[in-house]
C-alpha cells in the first residue's frame, strides 16, 4: 500500500515523539544532569568558658592572746570580765610556728593556682588558642 | 577517482582540524588545571607559614608564663625561708620572749596574724590597695608576703 506524502510525515513525526518519549523513560528526566550536592564545612569556634575570677576570699580577724605561768589568771579574769567564756584552745611556740608555716603554704597554693587559671585563660583567650 | 581522492583529503583536512582543536582544547585544559593546582599549592604554603607562626608564637608564651610560674614558685621559697628566719633568727625563741615581753609580743603576732590574713585575701585575687601599691619602704610593706602585698617593693640584701 502506497501512503501518500502527507501521511509519511504523519508516521514520522509520532516515531519521533515515540522515540524522545522511550528516551526520556529511560532516562528518568535526568538528561539535564542531577543538581551536585555541595558539602562545605564552616569553622565554628568552640564556645568560651566564661566563668568569672572567683571571688576574693574576706578573713576575718582572730585575736591570739599570749598566755604563760605569770599571767594565766589575769587572763582568764579578763575574759570573765569580758563575757567571754574563760576557756583558750592553746598551742605552744612550736606549734605556734608550724601553723604559721601551713598558713603561709596554703596561701601559696591559693596563689599558684590562681595563677595557674590566669596563665591558662590568657593562653586559650588571648592568643586565639580556641581548641 | 578524482572525487574520492578529494573526498578522502577532505576528511583527512576534517579529521586533522578537529584534532588539532582538541588537542588545543586539552592543552588549555591542563593549563586550568595546573594554574589551580599552584593556586592550591600556594595556598597550601601560607597555611603552613601561618600554623608555624601560631606554633612559634605559642611557644614562646608557653616559655614566659613557665618563666613566670618559676619565678613564683622561687618567691614561695623565700617568703617560707623569710618565715622561719623571723622565728629562729639569731638564735630567738619566741617562747621566752613571749615570757619576758607577753604584751608585746602579743602585739606582734596580732599584727603578723592580720597581715598573714591579708596575703590569703590578695592571693585569693583581692585587689590592692593604694597603701599597699605605694609601699617601697621595709617599714611599709606587709612582711609576711611582701613580694605579694607589695609589688613595687624591692628588697636589699
Known amino acids: ?131 | 577517482m578524482f572525487s574520492s581522492i578529494r573526498m578522502v583529503i577532505t576528511i583527512l583536512l576534517i579529521t586533522g582540524i578537529a584534532g588539532a582543536g582538541m588537542y588545543v582544547m586539552k592543552l588549555r585544559a591542563d593549563n586550568a588545571t595546573l594554574k589551580a593546582n599552584q593556586i592550591k599549592l600556594e595556598t597550601a604554603v601560607a597555611e603552613q607559614n601561618k600554623v608555624l607562626e601560631q606554633q612559634k608564637a605559642d611557644f614562646e608564651a608557653i616559655m614566659e608564663s613557665n618563666k613566670k610560674l618559676n619565678v613564683l614558685i622561687n618567691t614561695f621559697k623565700k617568703d617560707l625561708e623569710d618565715l622561719d628566719q623571723r622565728f629562729t633568727k639569731k638564735n630567738r625563741d619566741i617562747g621566752k620572749l613571749s615570757i619576758k615581753r607577753t604584751e608585746a609580743m602579743e602585739r606582734i603576732i596580732n599584727k603578723g596574724g592580720k597581715n598573714a590574713a591579708r596575703c590569703i585575701e590578695l592571693a585569693s585575687g583581692a585587689e590592692h590597695t593604694e597603701e599597699e601599691l605605694k609601699a617601697t619602704l621595709k617599714s611599709q610593706i606587709n612582711p609576711e608576703c611582701p613580694a605579694l602585698a607589695n609589688p613595687n617593693y624591692v628588697h636589699h640584701e
Open chain 1, 1 to 131: 500500500m502506497k501512503m501518500s506524502h502527507y501521511g509519511t510525515y504523519w508516521v514520522s513525526f509520532f516515531k519521533g515523539v515515540i522515540l524522545v518519549l522511550l528516551i526520556l523513560a529511560l532516562t528518568g528526566c535526568s538528561i539535564g544532569g542531577e543538581k551536585k550536592i555541595k558539602i562545605f564545612s564552616v569553622e565554628k569556634p568552640r564556645e568560651k568558658l566564661n566563668y568569672e575570677m572567683p571571688t576574693p576570699l574576706q578573713m576575718e580577724e582572730i585575736k591570739w592572746i599570749i598566755i604563760t605561768s605569770a599571767n594565766a589568771d589575769e587572763v582568764f579574769k579578763r575574759l570573765e570580765d569580758a563575757g567571754i567564756d574563760p576557756v583558750l584552745f592553746g598551742i605552744t611556740d612550736k606549734d605556734f610556728q608550724v601553723l604559721a608555716r601551713n598558713f603561709a603554704q596554703i596561701r601559696q597554693k591559693l596563689q599558684e593556682t590562681n595563677n595557674l587559671l590566669e596563665e591558662y585563660k590568657k593562653y586559650y583567650e588571648d592568643s586565639g588558642n580556641n581548641q
